[in-house]
């Protein structure tokens, strides 16, 4: 039975909407070439305490990991822009080669997803590298390819962030388990009493779908829990290939959600790994697949992310009106003057850049009355 009634779903649906809207988005960090293959993003957006706006993101280049990187450089760095005119414009202040963030002697084959969180000691990074010379578990070594590595996800901290130069990373999620060995793209979910909920995308040693998995750091603990890696499984029609989780956001209590505790899960969905070709009189449609991602969102009721239910049943809400209609890796940030959504966009040359649109408070609270 549905969490919450049909209209109330349908008001979140236009709110969603409204948030990643495909027309009003404008570029804010482009990719490093206008074509194909090429893109930055992957992160999020933090607001400091003098109202200046950090976003992180890495710049990936044509690549393709089932050939290793002989056939592109693909994740090659990780940036940190800052914007002193609430998302106007931004400029780099910070960035990270992969050389930067080996860990352990283990080189970084490639930069994944990342994450910036204010803490009450500064701020924390965390961002997922695939890594090589860690291996698959005994009976599934010959499984990962030759220039390839295993991903898990590290922590930065600083107390600022130009502190992060020279700060080690620790590893605070890898798996060993087959079923999720590829362990990425982290974002974080601070509850209102102060927990924090790193999730994450998994991938199996097969690489043939992507999962969403999280782990909580309770108020004032210095460890995270031990993982939950299947809490949010695939789909089963537009999104069965890939379910990844970037953002949850809580609803305003404001109209008809006033007395709810309702948060809205942003997922990147696929219903293949590659483009497949279509029937010649089918409906041309988006299909999504692997980093040609489409959007989607799902519902979360009082902070139990056991309750999770699909906005996006039959079909994705976010696609692109470019390219391959990709729309992936959203983000979104409330501050004092509304809602900063950022996400990857297919742009007509085949580019994703880094894409913004704000929603203000009156009109967030127009969509939910």
């Known amino acids: 039975m549905p969490t919450l009634e049909s209209d109330l779903q349908d008001k979140l649906t236009r709110f969603a909407l409204a948030l990643i809207d495909q027309q009003r988005a404008r570029t804010i960090v ?45 994740g090659w760095e990780l940036a ?3 914007s002193d005119n609430r998302g106007r414009s931004f400029e780099k202040v910070l960035q990270f080669a992969k050389r930067d963030l ?13 994450a910036l969180r204010r803490t009450n000691d500064g701020v924390e990074l965390f961002v997922s590298t695939e890594k090589e010379g860690v291996g698959y578990p005994s009976g599934f070594e010959e ?14 901290t600083a107390p600022t962030i130009a502190g ?51 782990t909580i ?64 009189t089918a409906v041309t449609r988006p299909r999504g697949y692997s980093c040609e991602e489409l959007g989607g969102a799902a519902i979360i009721t009082e902070g139990d992310f056991s309750t999770s239910e699909r906005l996006s049943v039959y079909h994705p809400l976010f696609v692109s009106p470019h390219g391959s209609g990709c729309s992936r890796y959203v983000d979104v940030l ?5 809602f900063y959504a950022t996400w990857q966009q297919a742009q007509p040359d085949g580019s994703q850049p880094l894409v913004l649109n704000v929603l203000s408070h009156d009109e967030a609270r127009e969509l939910l009355e």
Request: proline share 6%; with cysteine.
């Open 80 to 82: 940190i822009f800052v």
């Open 143 to 156: 499984y990962l390819k030759p220039g390839t590595g295993v991903w898990s996800i590290d922590r930065l």
């Open 30 to 74: 482009p990719a490093a070439q206008s074509a194909g293959g090429f893109w930055f993003g992957g992160g999020n957006l933090i607001e400091d305490a003098d109202g200046l706006l950090y976003v992180v993101g890495r710049y990936r280049d044509a690549g393709d990991s089932r050939t290793g990187l002989s056939a592109g450089k693909r």
């Open 334 to 338: 409330e501050t004092r003057d509304g």
């Open 102 to 114: 080996d860990i352990d002697g283990r080189a970084v084959l490639s930069i994944e997803g990342s």
């Open 217 to 280: 750091r309770r108020d004032r603990a210095d460890r995270f829990e031990p993982p939950v890696f299947d809490f949010f499984p695939r789909g089963v029609t537009w999104d069965v290939a890939m379910t990844r989780g970037t953002c949850v956001l809580d609803v305003p209590r404001v109209g008809a959600f006033r007395d709810r505790r309702v948060s809205l899960l942003f997922y990147d969905g696929g219903e293949c790994v590659r483009n497949l070709d279509e029937h010649r």
């Open 164 to 214: 992060f130069v020279g700060a080690d990373p620790t590893t605070i999620v890898s798996s060993n388990d087959p079923r999720w060995i590829h362990v990425k793209d982290p974002f974080v979910y601070e509850t209102p009493p102060g927990d924090a909920v790193l999730l994450f995308c998994t991938h199996p040693y097969c690489w043939t779908s992507s999962n969403t998995g999280y």
